[in-house]
């Protein structure tokens, strides 16, 4: 019994799916409070000789050092509590009580210096809280989690979003407060002290930060609170399963068995739904971030959590947490849609802070514009591509963006775009950088289950098993970059033309993030696409989240002509300049350079 209430109270389904979105605080949080719980119920103050709280010491520092005085709540009532119920229980010898205590603050203070100190910095913070609400908003939540959850059983695949089995929770919740309502008044009969204090200790704990806070640190309140509900619940399966009585001993096994039942269930559905990092991409940015340490900053236009982390050493700014709090948008670029950008194209920035970076290391993408022609291509890998800032700023005397459509090169552009030409005198040059996309495909027209559902007018929300086809028309004879715009779980088979291509897994993406899934020469014409995705498994991450997340979606299918130019600059004297802005060709942007400012390597213009 003890073994399996261990197993099961460290891990209510609230806190694993915290641990599982790298919440680690709050989980190593709840395991010393429980290694203070388990110390103190072995010994309290006064039992053995003044050494003896040591350990206790130990631990009482640990979780201050993991939480900080958010721990306060749990960590003052129960300290409070036991030296209460230690005096009050050996008040023959309650000298011997406080020299203990004595002993064990010194103890306890003393290692907890460090945290101390760093604590002290957030004292402010604190004495606010503590008259008024801390107010961090939803965090990563779409919606306040329920306060049942702090019960232990909380059934979904993500705590981020509604719960799909609220009554199934319930039920499961509610023999788990039955449970440890039995567990404390035992605990109190049977002068098992330590259960009894956290029995009292841990709802008011639960209670002050309800009040105290909205719902992002509630979240983090109720997955600490659940490990205190759970091994209550199992102290009073626990009672019942010792009583003398031959009806309530099998009933204590059968309470233990439905809570665990309920707890590990929930779990499963947290690991099979998961949505897991995407590991060689993040192998490959590490390798860039080696190669590269300290010739920064670096820019990364694109929404990543562990960007900035892992080039730190380049000093990067992402749209996470941009250096000065800055990401200089051009005047007149709309916002996105729902206020809410997961990567910004080049062509989008201001010049003069784009300019600012010497490095950028982006996301590979079809759709995105080389950065201005003073910038070099160093490498290209399967995920990323870092330029470099090999001539001054001053070299681009213009830059246009475009979006790659010819059409959009009017007269009256045109007129404008000569007229900045001629002032800029005879010996400039005009460069632009070339449109690689040849054709896109949709998977929502294509033929595909009836329960993929479109989220939008070009993405698909896939569940469960099935295949999506859709028919493309190359304008020519070139090997192709296949991209998908769209984000993987299990893992997504590409054949073409009724030939495998390749199989990706696991590979998540935020939404306008593209992804690679093969090369091929093809030819000019019809070729038909078909992506199938098998059935889950038990691999991690193989099961079908909410679709309201960014994982399991499948968005615009690129075909990219390799080798089109589309990475390098074309060049044009000043007086092909009317040439090249009605070329029929499309431009991701257009640029009048200084004399001698192109790249070594650019290319004459196609005019």
């Known amino acids: 019994m003890r073994c399996l209430g261990a197993v099961v109270a460290i891990q209510p389904n609230i806190l694993y799916g915290y641990a599982l979105e790298a919440g680690i605080k709050e989980l190593t949080t709840a395991s010393l409070l429980m290694l203070v719980v388990a110390l103190f119920a072995d010994r309290l103050p006064g039992d053995g000789g003044r050494r003896a709280m040591l350990p206790a010491a130990v631990a009482v520092s640990g979780a201050f050092a993991a939480f900080s005085l958010g721990i306060a709540p749990w960590l003052g009532l129960l300290l409070v509590g036991l030296l209460v119920v230690s005096l009050v229980r050996g008040s023959g010898r309650r000298r011997t009580v406080l ?52 019960a232990g059983v909380w059934i979904t695949g993500d705590y981020r979003y509604p719960v799909a089995h609220a009554g199934t929770s319930h039920v499961f919740d509610t023999i788990v407060i039955g449970l440890a309502v039995v567990g404390v008044l035992c605990a109190l009969l049977h002068r098992r002290w330590a259960i009894a204090v956290v029995g009292v200790m841990a709802p008011v704990a639960l209670y002050y930060f309800v009040q105290h806070s909205t719902a992002w640190i509630q979240l983090k309140s109720f997955t600490i609170t659940a490990a205190f509900a759970l091994l209550l619940a199992f102290a009073g399966a626990a009672a019942l399963q010792a009583s003398k ?24 559905l947290i690991y099979h739904d998961t949505s897991l990092a995407p590991g060689a991409r993040y192998h490959d940015l590490a390798s860039i971030a080696k190669r590269y340490d300290g010739r920064g900053p670096a820019l990364d236009p694109y929404f990543d959590e562990y960007a900035e982390y892992f080039l730190r050493g380049e000093r990067a700014t992402t749209l996470v947490d941009p250096a000065n709090f800055r990401f200089d948008v051009r005047p007149g670029v709309p916002p996105p849609p729902g206020g809410q950008s997961f990567g910004w194209d080049l062509n989008q920035l201001l010049p003069s802070y784009l300019q600012s970076f010497p490095l950028i290391i982006q996301p590979r993408s079809p759709i995105a514009s080389r950065p201005p022609s003073n910038y070099d291509l160093l490498e290209r ?80 929300a896939t569940k469960g098993a099935g295949a999506v086809e859709v028919t493309v028309k190359l304008p020519r004879a070139a090997r192709y970059g296949i991209w998908l715009q769209g984000s993987i779980g299990r893992p997504l088979t590409a054949s073409l033309d009724g030939h495998r291509l390749s199989q990706i897994g696991y590979e998540e993406r935020y939404p306008s993030q593209f992804l690679l899934l093969d090369d091929a020469a093809l030819g000019a014409g019809t070729h038909t696409l078909r992506l199938v995705r098998g059935n889950g498994d038990l691999h991690p991450g193989s099961g079908d989240p909410p679709p309201e997340t960014v994982g399991r979606t499948l968005g615009a299918i690129v075909f990219s002509a390799e080798g089109a130019g589309g990475d390098r600059v074309h060049v044009a004297p000043a007086s092909r300049a009317a040439q090249m802005c009605a070329a029929p060709q499309g431009y991701e942007w257009m640029e009048i350079l200084r004399p001698g400012a192109a790249p070594p390597d650019a290319l004459p213009a196609k005019l």
């Open 245 to 268: 009585s031959r009806w309530l001993r099998p009933l204590g096994w059968l309470a233990a068995l439905t809570v665990a039942a309920g707890v590990l269930y929930g779990n499963a």
């Open 381 to 460: 890998t399967r995920y990323f591509d870092v330029w470099r800032r090999d001539r001054p700023a001053r070299a681009v005397i213009d830059h246009l963006p475009l979006s790659g459509l010819p059409h959009e090169r009017s007269h009256a552009y045109c007129s404008a775009f000569l007229g900045n030409v001629r002032k800029a005198g005879p010996r400039v040059e005009v460069a632009y950088a070339q449109s690689s996309i040849d054709a896109v495909a949709n998977p929502v027209s294509g033929t595909h289950p009836h329960y993929w559902t479109p989220l939008g007018p070009g993405t698909l």
């Open 99 to 150: 020299e203990s205590s004595a002993m064990f603050a010194l103890a306890a203070v003393v290692i907890s210096l460090p945290g101390l100190v760093t604590a002290a910095k957030l004292a402010s913070v604190a004495g606010a809280a503590i008259g008024g609400v801390v107010d961090l908003g939803l965090g990563n939540l779409a919606a306040p989690v329920s306060r049942w959850a702090s």
